[in-house]
């Protein structure tokens, strides 16, 4: 048999674990591996074996670069994450921490844990929700005059103008329903952000990957909040309403989890 | 199975959405020293990767939803 090394997914705390025996866990991310819990003190790390022929520093940058590999191995990761996740607090991993020494990894349980433990008390009870706000340009420009009082204006001065000035007021509210459009986006996305906030513990703007249009028209913002289990039904009104009140706008709002909190873990 | 296959086969066992689920778990989670991470350098060049296979792989779903219809 080949050397092993050991892959991590996330911390619980060692107390946690007795409910969540190996046996009633997800597949881990290779076939033919198990996952298991390595506990010290009062933390566990929940890891599975992997050959480290195919985890060591080169060959994982080759195979990463293999978007099937990663994306297969990705989900894998997910799932386990997410089970555990859904049944006590966990401190999520990103993806591809590995140990070549299971020691190396009871050291760093040893030597961090006073962080790890203080951000699984703050994670207790609490959920990652996404908020992804897309906007269908068509709807928005075409409803942009109602929405903005400038172009209202001009829209009225323009009707009762003789013909050469209207049509050089037209072409005017045609560029400035763009440069409107794009400030009342900013606008709406700010709100939604300012009123979610106030409804969930932490909240932070995510970087958006790729410009994706989707049948909700194109991605303008993705957020990621922390709420509380039982502040859920609160948040998810709150989030209709947003949605109900900026939907002549062309904004649509998509509510994705719960997920692990992997946005509120940092040290 | 071929690897794109099995892409597919194991999204279609979940409710997840690939591309969220990809950024989740390539992009945040806390990092910590393995004795091997992955650099977020690295990460970014995955992702261009990634969206490729991500868009085929919705179009195959689709294909395959409208082949056997529920």
């Not at chain 1, 992997?50 to 080759?62: C, F, G, H, K």
């Not at chain 1, 555990?84 to 607090?89: E, G, L």
């Not at chain 2, 597919?8 to 690939?18: H, K, P």
Request: include cysteine; charge should be negative.
């Amino acid at each position: 048999m080949s050397a092993l090394a050991f892959y991590v997914y996330c911390i619980a705390e060692s107390a946690a674990t007795a409910e969540l025996p190996p046996d009633s866990l997800p597949a881990a991310i290779e076939d033919d591996s198990k996952l298991e819990w390595i506990s010290v003190n009062t933390l566990a790390a929940l890891v599975s074996r992997v050959p480290r022929e195919s985890y060591s520093e080169e060959t994982l940058a080759e195979h990463l670069t293999d978007a099937t590999w990663t994306a297969i191995r990705a989900m894998r990761h997910e799932t386990v994450v997410e089970y555990v996740a859904k049944r006590t607090s966990v401190v999520p991993l990103r993806f591809g921490t590995i140990y070549l020494e299971r020691e190396g990894m009871q050291q760093m349980l040893v030597g961090r844990s006073r962080e790890l433990e203080d951000i699984i008390d703050h994670l207790r009870g609490r959920e990652e929700w996404g908020v992804n706000v897309y906007c269908d340009r068509a709807v928005l420009l075409s409803s942009i005059t109602s929405v903005s009082p400038v172009l209202r204006d001009l829209v009225q001065r323009a009707e009762q103008a003789s013909p050469g000035q209207s049509y050089l007021m037209l072409k005017k509210i045609e560029t400035l329903k763009v440069d409107e459009a794009r400030t009342a986006v900013n606008r709406i996305v700010e709100q939604i952000e300012e009123k979610l906030k106030v409804q969930t513990d932490d909240a932070r703007r995510l970087r958006i990957l790729k410009v994706e249009t989707t049948e909700h028209g194109e991605l303008k913002a993705k957020f990621a909040f922390l709420v509380k289990r039982s502040a859920f039904e609160e948040f998810r009104d709150a989030a209709e309403r947003l949605a109900q009140e900026h939907q002549a706008a062309g904004v649509r709002l998509e509510l994705t989890g719960p997920w692990p909190v992997y946005n509120f873990v940092s040290m | 199975m071929s690897d794109f296959d099995q892409v597919i086969e194991e999204w279609e066992g979940t409710d997840l959405s690939l591309l969220e689920t990809l950024d989740h778990v390539l992009n945040r989670g806390l990092v910590i020293a393995g004795e091997i991470t992955i650099s977020v350098a690295d990460i970014d060049l995955i992702f261009v990767g990634l969206n490729v296979l991500v868009s085929s792989v919705e179009t195959a779903h689709e294909v395959l939803k409208n082949r056997h219809p529920e």
